[in-house]
């Protein structure tokens, strides 16, 4: 057996869209049917009045910053524990990303820890909707009230999660989503912001398309960027989003199997779902206990020798060189992001995965903590 941490799921529907965009010519950014298609569904199917489709989530995330004005000198607070393309999207607009430690259950960031990491610089907190379950925004949103700060979420693993029956991406100032291959719904590569602001949409078109004038179209109105996503994606978008519902009952299915099976194995920890949440499962990520701290390779090899595929959670921003180089972080800051970084993993859990597959990763990863 071989088992890949994550395959996409396609009805044939992706490749019929996509075959028409070509066969129409439609194939760049600027037009053709499906962007505004794909843009109008799925902003609509995140409760959002306005989407903008870009090359990627990482760009989703800049665009959403530079549409904000977050600029150099500025500090953005993050959720330590995420991709570094959220840092990263920060860092391209010059200003500094500030990491805040994670929630020990949820593995977000702990909104009791904002208000102390705030200074006059800070202009906005950059929340991460981590493997599929949603922050507690209710806190969040209240220190931004307090103290005037823009709420951006990254919620590129979340598609379709909910926070106390909302959509995640439509709680703050701006959504950001990822379509890689291995998110939710996919386009390859691709991104998505969505927003109520008529005012924000407007400007994050501009500056996605390199803030082409209106009137004259080569008299520029802004420093833009050439963002856009192609319509080809936005094929692949608009067919798999017409498929999410099933892709999510597949991605609770699967947790539901695993916790159901794995769920006493003492010496692991496991996703939760909170009373306020509606978490989506993008990834069976799982945290290796105090007994097993430091021995992930050992556990994710043994697996790889039985032909399972994982993947280790991220290394948080404040343990990154690059960024203890650049600000001064200490590797320090953020000690419950650290041990989830160091001891988590991603099962296989992909939409199409069998059950024969699932028992098979159950069985295996059972016997290693026997035998171990
Ligand atoms: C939490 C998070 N934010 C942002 C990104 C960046 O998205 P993309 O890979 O589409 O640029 C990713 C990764 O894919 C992610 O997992």
């Not at 960031?109 to 705030?118: S, T, V």
């Not at 939760?272 to 069976?284: D, G, H, I, L």
Request: hydrophobic share 40%; proline share 3%; glycine share 8%.
């Amino acid at each position: 057996m071989k088992i890949p941490v994550s395959r996409p799921l396609f009805t044939g529907l992706e490749a019929r869209y996509a075959n028409q965009a070509i066969v129409n010519g439609d194939l760049s950014g600027t037009f053709g049917e499906f962007i505004s298609r794909f843009e109008n569904n799925f902003s609509k199917y995140c409760e959002c009045n306005f989407g903008i489709s870009t090359m990627n989530g990482t760009t989703a995330i800049h665009l959403a910053l530079a549409t904000l004005g977050i600029k150099a000198g500025d500090e953005v607070l993050v959720s330590s524990l995420t991709n570094m393309a959220t840092f990263f999207a920060v860092v391209y607009q010059g200003a500094i990303p500030i990491p805040i430690d994670i929630e020990l259950d949820t593995w977000n960031l702990n909104p009791e820890l904002l208000e102390k990491k705030i200074t006059k610089k800070t202009k906005a907190i950059l929340v991460v909707h981590l493997f599929g379950h949603p922050v507690d925004m209710d806190p969040v949103l209240a220190i931004a009230r307090k103290y005037k700060l823009y709420v951006v979420e990254d919620a590129a693993q979340a598609h379709g999660a909910e926070y106390k029956g909302k959509k995640v991406g439509s709680l703050g100032d701006v959504g950001c989503f990822s379509f890689y291959a291995n998110k939710v719904i996919t386009t390859g590569e691709g991104g998505m912001i969505v927003t109520n602001s008529e005012g924000l949409a407007s400007r994050a078109r501009s500056l996605k398309s390199l803030g082409y004038g209106r009137k004259n179209k080569f008299m520029h109105e802004v420093i833009g960027f050439n963002y856009r996503m192609t319509n080809v994606q936005a094929a692949i978008g608009t067919a798999q989003l017409e498929n999410i519902d099933f892709i999510l009952k597949r991605k609770r299915d699967i947790a539901d199997f695993y916790i159901d099976h794995l769920s006493d194995i003492q010496e692991l920890k496991f996703p939760v779902e909170k009373n306020y949440a509606k978490n989506v499962y993008w990834m069976f990520h799982i945290v290796l206990g105090e007994s097993f701290a430091g021995r992930r390779d050992l556990v994710t090899n043994l697996l790889k020798e039985k032909g399972i595929e994982t993947r280790e959670s991220f290394i948080p921003g404040n343990m990154q060189k690059l960024f203890i180089d650049a600000y001064g972080f200490r590797e320090t800051d953020c000690p419950v992001a650290n041990n989830v970084g160091l001891n988590g993993f991603y099962l296989p859990s992909g939409p199409n995965i069998s059950k024969d597959e699932l028992q098979y990763v159950v069985y295996s990863l059972r016997d290693l903590f026997l035998n171990i």
